[in-house]
């Protein structure tokens, strides 16, 4: 095609991928190549301007190796992880959420009233709840991946001083849907704003504070894993969240308790715990099957 302008060249690129092996590829090539060009053309995109955004992306790989990587925390940042996630979330039970780069496959089991604590610095929490189905009925046999940071705000990968499983966990809940642990309340903490990611937030006057929050993966039998994360309800970033993680049905009150015998009887720190500890409660709710 010849004599393209700005008006016909989104066209011609639709043209020019009629061949494509993949007609979702092409689909999802040609409304990408279209937005971008409707972006362009909408804001009179200056060439200076392009090269600024071809510059960060060619920055951000120095900021990718096997422990960072730039171009998710764009995606994250952007709100695009949040977006892919919520288009594809089942519209029943507790809501998924992002994933985040922290989790690990193979992290050590921890038994039903376990203890992930270990007198480690912050606050110590307890957590217990519930895994069921729309119905009502236990999910018996569904294994939970936890993880989460330290109160130092690090997780195991941030901090060289703690073992590589440090706070990451997975544990299969009682033949009732319960399950209880103890831990140390998560903190806020900042996602990592050296790199071309963060010079973007700062071009958009944002922070790079994302609420305190514990991930858990449910893996129950007969269900796609669900991923999903759970915030204190008196977290101040709530509402100000970098990568767009907050869901109301997330957000839970985190209650002081000072009475030993409030809490759950299987945990293996039950006599250890100093009072008052944080405790929270989390019912979660499978997705209709
Ligand atoms: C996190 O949940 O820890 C996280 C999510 C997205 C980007 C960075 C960190
Ligand atoms: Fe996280």
Known sequence: MRNLTPASITDAFAEYAKNAPSARTRSLLVSLAGHLHGFVRDNQVTQAEWNAAIDALTKAKDFTDDKRNEYILFSDLLGVSSLVDMVNAATTGTPSSVLGPFHIEGAPELANGGDL????????????????DDKGAPAKGTVLALWQNGGNGLYSQQDKTVSATNYHARLTVADDGSFAFST??????????????????????????????????VHAPGHKPVITEF???????????????????????????????????????????????????????????
């Open 231 to 289: 915030f204190p309800e008196d977290d101040k970033y709530l509402d100000r969240d970098a990568v767009f993680g907050v869901r109301g049905p997330l957000v839970l009150p985190f209650h002081k308790v000072s009475d030993r015998a409030a809490l759950p009887k299987n945990l293996a720190v039950l006599d250890k715990l100093p009072l008052p500890v944080w405790t929270a409660r989390i019912d979660f709710t499978l997705p209709t099957a």
């Open 117 to 132: 604590w270990r007198g480690q610095v912050g606050e110590p929490l307890v957590v217990s709840g519930s895994v069921k």
């Open 184 to 217: 140390v309340r998560p903190v806020s903490y900042t996602v990592p704003d050296d790199g071309p990611a963060g010079d973007m937030l700062r071009a958009l006057g944002r922070e790079a504070w994302r609420p305190a929050h514990l991930h858990m993966i």
